[in-house]
């Protein structure tokens, strides 16, 4: 048996995952651990790693860049922390318009290169009640790290308009502000398959020797 095996075997016995009727491993929800912005405001004062550079994100970079950069004149980014992504993606790519939603105090760090002409704009609140008329304009939506820590994931992805592309990262292990996590790619395929297609096939980011996050992009049905 693998070490991943006898980790799921773990998470199983804690209850923490199930197997569903197609013997797949899903996590099971946790609702009250969606957190509000004060909580977020606390975590980045006790640490600045937070800023740092992810490891997954020269891979949401290059999906990006490889798969339909030319296409992006207007992209949305939900939950955008402290910019990083936001910073390399005006940079590589042409973008007419990047849209920041952040509502924790990292929104203040939200930049773009000097050079760039494009059109930044961030907003320090939640993206939740965004309607379909506010979305549609959008060619490509960005969320990493997003909605393993919301409720209204299904909500929120239901209210885009179709051929919409979405590049995301979701983890694969829980945590105490993880609503939902992703044990194993088939979780991903049951929670999203009658809104998303997932293209290409999910990568899994490791940190260290352990599988961490899963990343990939997604059309909208």
């Given at each position: ?14 209850g ?27 975590i980045?004062?006790?640490s ?67 050079k ?34 919301i ?33 194993v ?13 997932i293209?290409?096939?999910?990568t ?18």
């Amino acid at each position: 048996m693998s070490t991943y095996e006898e980790l799921l075997d773990k998470y199983k016995d804690k209850g923490i995952i199930y197997k569903n009727n197609d013997n797949i491993y899903i996590s099971k929800e946790f609702p009250n651990k969606e957190e509000e912005a004060k909580s977020y405001n606390a975590i980045w004062k006790r640490s600045s790693s937070h800023m740092l550079t992810k490891k997954y994100e020269g891979t949401i970079l290059n999906l990006i860049t490889n798969l339909i950069g030319s296409e992006i004149k207007n992209v949305l980014e939900i939950g955008a922390g402290f910019g990083n992504l936001a910073y390399s993606i005006i940079d590589n790519i042409c973008v007419n318009t990047y849209c920041c939603y952040e509502f924790s105090n990292a929104y203040r760090y939200i930049k773009k290169p000097k050079k760039s002409t494009c059109n930044l704009k961030v907003y320090n609140k939640t993206f939740q009640y965004l309607t379909e008329k506010d979305l549609k304009e959008y060619q490509l939506i960005v969320a990493t790290e997003i909605f393993e820590h919301i409720n209204w994931d299904l909500e929120f992805i239901s209210k885009l308009k179709r051929s919409t592309i979405l590049a995301v990262t979701i983890p694969t292990f829980p945590a105490k502000n993880h609503v939902r996590f992703f044990p194993v790619i088939e979780s991903i395929y049951c929670r999203y398959k009658n809104y998303l297609d997932i293209i290409p096939t999910p990568t899994c980011i490791k940190k260290g020797n352990k599988l961490r996050w899963w990343c990939f992009l997604a059309r909208r049905k």
